[in-house]
């Protein structure tokens, strides 16, 4: 077991097409239990698969991994990667956990459309604290261009987006708190319509987050109907995973019945003491919405706090105006007060009101955009007012007025039960949903070798077979990626291999930016973009399109 090397067999071909990995337990994403045997690969696919170990056949490439396990690639379904693949193309925090196909797009932001006039820096300032700011220049209006940008930077791992429900909104009414016109919900159908036939592999939402949060359920329901002759997941991260999830839940899948589509449910938790230990009903919930029909599906972190713009804690109304307005309001002292007498006193219904919920010692900065702050990363709200001095609302407002909004928190709310009764649902399957940049949540560099590690080989949650094919062929068919997933001849040549004795992460809340443990190859379309537990540099993937 462990480290294995390569044995080419062609030196002067650094084109190689074929590859042979032999003495592999593979296990094949369907939940199967794993075979001895060796794969070949040929021009970025898999040409075959043998049950014999060493099967006596010549190839460019042999690779000996000396009985450790060989999986598909990994399919991270919620990604935020949508400007940082062209800051960084390797995406090394992401391929180094074996992940080879992200899912962009998340959270009704995605990065297209984008035809309003002026609209691509007011975006960007809207979802500075998700996605960060990069010297790139947004040359794509809708989707279809976007996709063709990052084919042109090149990127590590195969990527795929969603078309986001906040930008389709942005795109015709831009920040406006209020209910669109039949002329602007035609629009906003034309636009998702228009996504899918460029691409996109759904449509999501955020309904915490502003602009998505002003929508009604009809508004929802119109847009997601846009969805049915393709087929494609209506992906949201419902009204509320605290005081009101039930409704909250109730109101997803009813949108899926009512647009008859997939639904899949994104990071699936309860948030708080008030739900925690409260998984069977929502379990049953996800049951019962496939009794009805309705194809639901969810995804995790395996990790008990999320990491989300700091902004999020705002009041609604706050955004309404776009972000300029927002960075005034913040500074504005009729209007703090206003906030603050809204978060403290929970004066907006039906608002989640995150801050007051989870308590302020408990969400972290976790990354800002200035270098005269970054000394504050890792220190809670409450320790940052406490040393400006200040209420901790106020220490929120000054705080996003410096640094432009471009600020995210790490907030811990979940329960480690629940976590685990979730993450043993047949129906979920794992994600990262990590924020690149300052101290960043140890999800971004850990999520995958985690559950392998603390899930599998630890606590005995999951068998390894069952915790590959949530990270394989679940995720691969809940967003419709049909030729990845499974080892099987004809799949795209995504690959990982790895120890399962000694696979986890090492990455903490503390130290985040620690590579995984036990991962030595993986491989998109057939080519290394890490080798022996180092990257390669190489860029084989590419944008994929629905």
């Known amino acids: 077991m462990g480290r294995v090397c390569i044995d080419r067999l062609d030196a002067q071909n650094e084109n190689v097409s074929t590859t042979l990995v032999t003495t592999a337990r593979i296990v094949d994403g369907t939940g199967a239990p794993w075979f001895r045997g060796a794969v070949l690969l040929d021009d970025g696919e898999i040409a075959e698969v043998s049950r014999v170990p060493e099967p006596s056949r010549s190839a460019d490439t042999i690779v000996d991994v000396d009985g450790d396990i060989l999986a598909p690639g990994f399919i991270d379904t919620h990604s935020h990667s949508d400007l940082q693949l062209f800051a960084d193309s390797t995406l090394a925090p992401k391929i180094r956990q074996g992940i080879t196909t992200e899912m962009l797009g998340q959270d009704g932001f995605s990065i297209a459309p984008m035809h309003r006039e002026g609209g691509a820096a007011e975006w960007q300032d809207q979802l500075a604290g998700l996605a960060g700011r990069v010297d790139k220049e947004w040359t794509w209006g809708g989707v279809e261009a976007y996709l063709n940008a990052i084919d042109d930077a090149g990127v590590a791992p195969n990527v795929g987006t969603l078309v986001g429900h906040g930008a389709v909104r942005f795109n015709v009414m831009g920040m406006e708190d209020s209910e669109p016109t039949d002329t602007e919900l035609d629009e906003m159908r034309d636009l998702v319509a228009e996504s899918m036939d460029e691409g996109a592999f759904g449509l999501s939402t955020a309904l915490v987050i502003t602009p998505c949060s002003y929508a009604t359920t009809a508004e929802l329901t119109a847009l997601a109907s846009e969805l049915e002759p393709y087929g494609r997941p209506f992906v949201a991260h419902i009204r509320s995973e605290r005081g009101d999830i039930w409704n909250a839940l109730d109101e997803f899948v009813d949108i899926g019945a009512a647009a008859d589509v997939p639904v899949h449910l994104s990071h699936f938790k309860l948030g708080g003491p008030p739900q925690h230990g409260k ?140 976590v685990r009764d979730i993450l043993a649902s047949e129906r979920v399957n794992v994600i990262t949903d990590g924020l690149f940049g300052g101290n960043p949540h ?36 809940s967003m419709g990626l049909g030729t990845k997933g499974l080892i099987r001849p004809g799949m795209d040549a995504d690959l990982v291999v790895f120890d399962p004795e000694i696979v986890g992460s090492p990455a903490t809340y503390d130290t985040p930016r620690q590579y995984p443990t036990g991962i030595y190859h993986v491989l998109v379309d057939g080519e290394f973009v890490v080798r022996d537990g180092e990257t390669t540099g190489a860029t084989p993937g590419s944008a994929l399109r629905a």
């Open 279 to 418: 998984t069977d009903r929502a379990l049953a919930l996800a049951e019962t919405a496939r009794d009805r029909g309705i194809d639901f599906s969810a995804d995790q972190y395996p990790y008990t706090a999320s990491n989300t713009l700091l902004s999020y804690v705002l009041p609604p109304w706050v955004h309404a105006d776009g972000p300029e307005q927002t960075i005034e309001y913040l500074q504005d002292e009729e209007a703090r007060e206003r906030i603050n007498a809204d978060i403290e006193h929970g004066r907006i219904e039906g608002w989640d009101n995150p801050g007051a919920y989870s308590g302020w010692d408990n969400v972290v900065i976790a990354s800002v955009e200035s270098d005269e702050n970054t000394a504050i990363e890792g220190m809670s709200v409450a320790a940052l007012a406490e040393q400006w001095d200040t209420e901790p609302v106020y220490a929120v407002c000054d705080l996003l007025a410096e640094e432009e909004l471009g600020v995210s928190v790490i907030n811990h709310f979940i329960d480690e039960d629940d």
């Open 442 to 477: 140890p999800r971004v560099y850990g999520a995958f070798p985690r559950v392998l590690g603390n899930y599998v080989r630890e606590a005995g949650l999951l068998s390894l077979e069952e915790a590959v094919r949530k990270m394989t062929s679940l995720p691969a068919r």
